[in-house]
């Protein structure tokens, strides 16, 4: 549930639904943004131009030419709407190569952790991990909880270019370059898949907020050779 | 019909399509785009008689030189640039902004820098042969959605004119300077007070310069060190235009159009919808000063100012 509502400057509301980052939090954003999207597509609500969900925040920005903070509050605060349940949630496999040429970083993990390169994707792989959100570029989900013991702090120095399709993990996330990108996260491997595509209008992202997603090992060959 | 367009013969620095931007989309990490300067992007469209979405050329300091082929169109410029226009027996003329021209066929357009700003804009009459992406022609280079693939133009790239039957519209001419007011009117954010009190303070009273470090994401400022007390690092949440984050080392920056979707730095302040052409506008070296506004402020402020926006475009007709 929403613990509180603020203004974001004159044409953005914050809603911020407390400080814990976990599932049932994130999943109440989830609903939320679902919820107010539909009434948008709707038309039952004019003016809003974009909603951003996040781990535990929903930031909505709308046209201050056609309404305001006062009128969108009052529209929130009156929604009737329950935590989704997520029954079934959308469980997503993606093909990830780890050898030596796309895992950037497993010189330094290996070092940080005291875990051998094996060990670490091991855990990692044996895991499934939920998507909090999607963004900062298009597409690139951002996934958790990791096992503990590979979690790992951001590059001392982020890389002005990561490559299109790295893998990447830092803290309790993991996450996937969708476009080349300045970025500081540890690059564990590269995925071959199109995570987002600008030609699928109808879903242009793979992996939604909600859904599960699990990681599973390619050889090179196998990703040279990847075909969708 | 004729197939008019323009030849890049230089493409200038940052040359791309734009538009009002692109909305919805923010949750995928498609940013909004769009012109910089939407009031000047909406004085283009109304000085060569389009509607007021029709997309525009932004260019950034120095300009793109381009040659008309196969026709004659209506263009305007608008900003505050310096352009000639080379008609095809060489002669030369020196560019008037807010002024609708003429172009005939194999006549060049000049455009050879922004003077005191970052940003202008070049409309043609009818616009040009594009198609949206998602809602909006706006070219999104993060992405490559949009015009021109999503990517900035190239020398020898083509820019296709939509107008092949171009009615010679009387010559439109409107007054309009540029503000350079360098007071930028912000209200507090989210995380104001994960600053020291002295970092509040200094925030809104001193001075603050604008460095190199300027594109269409975001804008660095430097100045006092706005020192913060809580952490550096919040869960990363969702950003607009505007919002003005402070990193670890202490200097602001504003996030712009193409700004990313999600970002996890305090918030110090959001600038007010008003001030946003101008902020978009500054140029590096530039100082400016933050002044606190209420939100009823604010709001009153972007009334006057669409009002006054919409008092130029009728002075278009």
Same mark, same amino acid.
Do not use: C, R
């Given at each position: 549930m929403i613990k509180n509502i603020s203004n974001l400057g004159d044409a953005a509301i914050y809603c911020d639904f407390g400080s814990e980052v976990n599932e049932k939090t994130n999943l109440s954003v989830i609903s939320y943004f679902n919820n107010i999207s539909r009434l948008v597509q709707e038309n039952?609500?004019?003016?809003?131009?974009n909603i951003t969900p996040s781990y535990n925040k929903l930031i909505i920005s709308f046209d201050l030419t056609t309404t305001n903070y006062l009128e969108i509050k009052d529209f929130i605060v009156n929604l009737e709407i329950k935590d !989704?349940?997520?029954?079934n949630p959308k469980a997503i496999k993606i093909a990830v190569c780890c050898e030596d040429e796309f895992g950037l970083d497993f010189n330094r993990l290996t070092e940080k952790l005291k875990l051998t390169k094996k060990q670490i994707l091991e855990l990692y792989l044996n895991k499934q991990y939920f998507c909090y959100m999607t963004g900062f570029i298009a597409g690139m989900p951002f996934l958790g909880d990791l096992n503990e013991k590979i979690r790992c702090n951001r590059l001392e120095t982020p890389r002005i270019k990561v490559p299109k399709g790295s893998v990447g993990i830092t803290e309790q996330f993991t996450n996937i370059y969708t476009f080349e990108s300045p970025g500081g996260w540890n690059i564990i491997g590269n995925t071959p898949?199109?995570?987002?595509?600008?030609?699928?209008? !109808? !879903?242009?992202?793979?992996i939604k907020p909600g859904d599960k997603v699990s990681f599973y090992q390619i050889s090179k060959e196998e990703y040279i050779g990847w075909d969708e | 019909m004729n197939n008019i367009y323009f030849k890049i013969l230089r493409p200038g620095i940052n040359t791309t399509i734009q538009d009002i931007g692109r909305n919805h989309l923010y949750h995928v990490g498609i940013t909004v785009s769009g012109a910089i300067d939407q009031r000047n992007y909406k004085i283009a469209n109304r000085l060569v008689d389009n509607e007021s979405d029709e997309a525009v050329i932004e260019f950034a300091y120095q300009g793109p030189l381009l040659k008309l082929k196969n026709g004659k169109i209506n263009l305007t410029i608008t900003g505050d640039i310096l352009f000639k226009i080379i008609r095809q027996n060489l002669k030369v003329e020196d560019g008037i902004c807010y002024k609708s021209y003429i172009l005939e066929d194999e006549d060049q357009i000049d455009i050879i820098s922004t003077k005191n700003t970052a940003y202008g804009y070049l409309s043609v009459n009818g616009g040009f042969k594009l198609h949206k992406e998602w809602n909006s022609y706006s070219t999104n280079t993060k992405a490559n959605?949009?015009? #021109?693939?999503?990517k900035k133009y190239s020398l020898g790239d083509k820019i296709f004119i939509k107008?092949?039957?171009?009615?010679?519209s009387k010559e439109k001419k409107i007054n309009y300077k540029q503000s350079l007011d360098n007071m930028i009117r912000v209200i507090k954010g989210t #995380?104001?007070?994960?600053?020291s009190s002295e970092a509040q303070s200094n925030f809104f009273t001193k001075k603050f310069s604008v460095t190199n470090l300027v594109d269409r994401m975001g804008i660095r400022l430097n100045g006092p060190k706005l020192e913060n007390?809580?952490?550096?690092?919040?869960?990363s949440e969702g950003l607009v235009r505007g919002v003005i984050q402070v990193p670890a080392d202490g200097n602001p920056i504003v996030m712009l159009?193409?700004?990313?979707?999600?970002?996890g730095y305090p918030k110090i302040g959001t600038v007010i919808s008003a001030d946003l052409d101008r902020v978009g506008q500054l140029t590096p070296g530039t100082k400016i000063q933050f002044k606190e506004v209420s939100l009823e402020e604010a709001q009153n402020i972007f009334k006057a100012y669409t009002d006054d926006t919409n008092k130029y475009l009728n002075e278009c007709n």
């Open positions: 039952k609500i004019s003016g809003i131009n !989704e349940k997520k029954d898949l199109k995570i987002f595509d600008k030609l699928n209008l !109808e !879903e242009p992202v793979l | 959605v949009g015009s #021109n693939n999503g107008n092949d039957d171009l009615k010679i #995380n104001f007070d994960y600053f007390i809580v952490s550096s690092n919040i869960k159009s193409d700004h990313g979707t999600i970002g």
